[in-house]
């Protein structure tokens, strides 16, 4: 029986439990009822029949299934909470009493809307939670230590949960450590467990007091084929060390977390690094290697850094009339009348370009280069302005004009190649080959400019290039090769121009290399089947014992095996058709599923596309100089340095894969209903 609207009473003052901003009372005759606003259910709603069917009804109600009925049991405490507002605390130590803020008291709206309550659940305050989540955001975020000190984090904290014991920076700085330990654990756990092999590069930093850093960085291919970075240590090196001392602490921190035996590839940042530290690695880490070719894979360097390095050598060279360009710039930007000047001039030559002109950020050389390349947009313009305003001091000749045009040329494709390379945090080693082919294309073609200038500029840039490119062309080439697309079709394409007629000779050494790695893994593969191996190593180690003469007997025994069996893995992968090219292919994602069609090579395809073939991160690809600490972290002990750093690592790459899963679920979620 419907009731009418028109019978409901106002509620008196009196109703205070919440349970009534679910129900409408209303009279029918002398009867009052209780009408449920979810189903409609009428119950008694008299003064002395009490609340507590209605509640129980709540609990019960289907029609309010979607609600968490919890906040029903906490909203009776919220509302007594509410009715008061805590007093605020001052700034001021020395405030009177007196002067605090009188306590407010807050009407409790009955009227609340559905989509706004708020579950509290039971909740308990518990002060080591609290204050190893304090310390996992100042990990997380990067806030300095000191910020536990400052009297407005207090304020906050205090006004936000009283219980909450505000701790000093030192005391901060334990549950740091102790984050860290167990963050350790698990990332040693992890490295530990890994099927593949562990790639590692080695970056220095430097502070604003001459410190330096070492910094170590995991790169590796999951289980799940999964390219995953994760930083180690960041060690602050002892002022009186030596180069012979870096490898040193390079072999302390790989044997700390036990990686020196499953160590593929050592990637520097510098090309100028000792060759004496790689071999003491090398022979530090040879007993438990297998049979690299000539050692060529453990030994790479920094791609970004060799294109930067020949980047500075032509703004150098080009310095002065860099210089002259900035100055012309800055003049122009020096006043609205100079500006209006430039563009009467430019259109009297006919420019329309679209680029405006801006000063550059001389530590960020593709700053330099979109100056120089807006600049000579302008050049006409430039020129009458010469003639016409005695003022401007910063001409080029026609000269330097055509030097910025050819070197800001040659720029613009380096820029774009640095883009290329830059374009994602974790590359797999595949992308670099053709993109460092087409610069060593390019230094052959610019060397042959007449100019002399331009000559002797290009032969320094080259003599930097081709130290890089003797040292990493097989790597980059057997990354490459195991790119289905391409295979050693792409290597025959860029050698044949790079090498002329000397390329099938160049392509044959590649070949080679390619086929004795494979062999290695072939080895270790046979090894492992006879159980030989640990478990869990996709290449197992070799025998400790350095005299053992009969270590070149498990060549002997496959390569005298291997013409009576079937196709290898390698032969067979060569021989197929490459797979179309397309720009949404996943080089990981098809290695993943044909891991049992090649088994072999796809252990050797994990190891080698994890090679990190660059150690820059793509904001500092444009960088000129070092890489610097700021002067918060250069401040503090090594050892927490060290901690806070690591640790924020792998917390956020931890946080940024859990939003990830959590939004594939949602979306699994929303195609599934």
């Not at 992890?190 to 070492?214: C, D, H, P, T």
């Not at 329309?352 to 302008?378: F, G, H, I, Q």
């Not at 060569?574 to 044909?594: A, Y």
């Amino acid at each position: 029986m419907e009731i009418s609207n028109d019978s409901a009473i106002k509620k008196p003052k009196r109703l205070t439990s919440v349970v009534w901003n679910h129900f409408d009372r209303v009279r029918k005759s002398d009867i009052c009822y209780a009408v449920c606003l979810h189903c409609n259910k009428k119950l008694s709603g008299s003064s002395n029949s009490g609340t507590t069917h209605l509640r129980n009804h709540l609990m019960r109600c289907l029609k309010r299934s979607n609600y968490d009925v919890s906040q029903l049991l906490s909203a009776k405490r919220r509302k007594k909470e509410s009715a008061l507002a805590l007093a605020g605390i001052s700034y001021d130590e020395g405030q009177r009493k007196e002067d605090y803020a009188k306590p407010l008291a807050v009407k409790y709206d009955h009227e609340v809307k559905r989509d706004e309550i708020i579950s509290l659940g039971s909740s308990k305050f518990d002060q080591d939670r609290s204050r190893l989540d304090l310390a996992r955001m100042i990990i997380l975020h990067g806030y300095p230590l000191a910020m536990v000190d400052h009297v407005g984090f207090k304020v906050f904290v205090k006004n936000l949960q009283p219980l909450f014991d505000v701790t000093s920076d030192g005391a901060v700085e334990n549950s740091c450590m102790e984050i860290y330990g167990k963050e350790k654990e698990k990332m040693r756990l992890a490295l530990n467990n890994l099927q593949g092999r562990i790639n590692v590069n080695i970056e220095k930093w430097f502070s604003m007091e001459n410190a330096e850093y070492l910094s170590l960085t995991a790169n590796f291919i999951d289980e799940d084929w999964r390219l995953k970075r994760r930083i180690l240590n960041f060690v602050t090196l002892d002022s009186s060390h030596t180069e012979d001392m870096l490898s040193e602490v390079i072999i302390n921190c790989l044997m700390e977390w036990n990686v020196d035996c499953k160590l593929f590839a050592v990637t520097f940042d510098d090309c100028s690094t000792d060759e004496g530290i790689v071999m003491k690695i090398k022979e530090q880490i040879a007993q438990n290697k297998p049979h690299l070719s000539a050692g060529q894979l453990l030994d790479v360097r920094s791609a970004a850094h060799v294109l930067t390095d020949i980047v500075q050598d032509a703004t150098q060279a080009l310095q002065e009339v860099t210089d002259k360009i900035r100055g012309s710039v800055r003049y122009i930007k020096s006043s609205k009348l100079n500006q209006e000047k430039l563009n009467d001039f430019a259109q009297q030559v006919g420019i329309n370009s679209p680029k405006s002109l801006a000063l550059d950020c001389p530590v960020r050389w593709n700053s330099t280069y979109l100056m120089v390349e807006a600049a000579l947009e302008y050049r006409g313009a430039f020129s009458l302005l010469k003639e016409h305003d005695p003022l401007y001091t910063s001409a080029l000749s026609d000269t330097e004009w055509e030097w910025a045009k050819t070197v800001c040329g040659y720029l613009k494709i380096l820029y774009e190649i640095a883009n290329v390379l830059s374009s994602n945090k974790c590359q797999t080693a595949n992308v670099y080959f053709p993109e460092i082919c087409h610069v060593h294309m390019q230094l052959i073609e610019w060397c042959k400019n007449p100019d002399d200038f331009i000559s002797k500029m290009v032969q320094k840039m080259k003599t930097k290039f081709d130290k890089y490119w003797n040292k990493c062309s097989l790597s980059l080439a057997a990354a490459v090769i195991l790119d289905p697309r391409f295979k050693m079709k792409l290597v025959e394409y860029y050698y044949s121009q790079i090498y002329g007629s000397t390329a099938l000779d160049r392509i044959k050494e590649i070949s080679d290399g390619i086929k004795q790695l494979f062999n290695a893994y072939s080895i270790c593969s046979s090894l492992v089947d006879q159980g030989s191996a640990l478990p869990g190593n996709s290449l197992p180690s070799t025998c400790c014992d350095s005299r053992d003469r009969l270590k070149g007997f498990d060549e002997f025994l496959h390569e005298t095996s291997q013409s009576q069996s079937a196709v290898s893995d390698l032969d067979k992968y060569l021989e197929e058709p490459v797979f179309p090219r397309n720009c949404e292919f996943n080089i990981l994602n098809w290695w993943k599923v044909h891991t049992p069609r090649y088994p072999i090579l796809s252990m050797m395809a994990r190891d080698v596309l994890g090679t990190p073939m660059s150690t820059v991160a793509p904001e500092s690809t444009f960088t000129s100089g070092d890489r610097m600490l700021d002067q918060v972290q250069s401040s503090l002990d090594p050892d927490i340095r060290q901690a806070l750093i690591c640790t924020r690592d792998w917390l956020q790459i931890e946080s940024e894969e859990l939003k990830s899963s959590t939004t594939q679920a949602i979306a699994l979620y929303v195609e599934a209903s």
